[in-house]
């Protein structure tokens, strides 16, 4: 079963809420991942999570805030976003932690609207 | 700056054509190359993978790759209205930046019954 789950599906928000997305697998792989999507672009890696440890943060503004809770969840936190924030945040998971041979499924995304 | 290229389009192919996808990419120690879908307002779902020189099968996909040229294609046989998507290329980074997939602009496929 290749599934990765995403909540919620939509998500509006004003700049002044705190608002957190969820995703989680079972398929038992080690890696997760955090993309953004703007409209006719393609997927941004925002946070790579190994082993449950955050490996990687490609300069994503501290307004979001990424957690994994154990090897199945993922959460992302948001907090003071800007309506530029608006975009597709997909969620992906990968078998192994990193390297070669690694294919990364991606779960349905959340649509996050900052008004 | 290690990139992935792909004929944005869009392309338009009849129903029952070879619809032929392309992407080059500049990491000459890449390894693992992959090929998403993605419907209108969807996630990217991952269709095909390879990772040796060669033609790689799945049904009416066939995936290929050519190293020493740095280019891999996608070719959808049999073409159908519901393979009307925008078609991503996805290279595995080479090196300490082999967790992250580096994605061309996508390719919007268009095929008219």
């Known amino acids: 079963d290749t599934e990765v789950t995403q909540t919620p599906k939509h998500l509006v928000m004003g700049m002044t809420n705190k608002k957190s997305l969820k995703c989680e697998q079972h398929?038992?792989?080690?890696?997760m991942y955090w993309y953004k999507q703007k409209a006719k672009k393609p997927p941004e890696l925002m946070f790579v999570y190994s082993y449950e440890k955050l490996s990687i943060n490609e300069s994503v503004p501290s307004r979001f805030s990424p957690e994994c809770p154990n090897s199945s969840l993922l959460n992302l936190h948001l907090h003071a976003l800007q309506p530029e924030d608006s975009a597709l945040y997909l969620c992906?998971?990968?078998?192994?932690?990193?390297?070669?041979?690694?294919?990364?499924?991606f779960g349905p995304g959340t649509r996050l609207t900052v008004l | 700056q290690k990139e992935v290229e792909q004929n944005s389009g869009p392309l338009s192919v009849p129903e029952g054509a070879i619809a032929s996808l392309n992407c080059t990419y500049s990491?000459?120690?890449?390894?693992?190359f992959f090929w998403y879908r993605q419907y209108s307002g969807k996630s990217p779902e991952l269709i095909m993978f390879?990772?040796?020189?060669g033609d790689k099968e799945d049904g009416r996909f066939t995936a290929q790759l050519n190293k020493a040229s740095q280019y891999v294609s996608l070719l959808i046989r049999d073409s159908q209205p519901s393979d009307s998507a925008t078609y991503l290329c996805a290279v595995n980074l080479s090196g300490a930046g082999s967790y992250q997939l580096t994605f061309g602009k996508g390719t919007k496929l268009s095929v008219i019954p």
């Open positions: 398929m038992g792989h080690r890696a």
């Open positions: 390879i990772y040796s020189n």
């Open positions: 990491d000459r120690g890449s390894q693992s």
């Open positions: 992906a998971s990968s078998p192994r932690s990193g390297g070669d041979y690694n294919e990364q499924f």
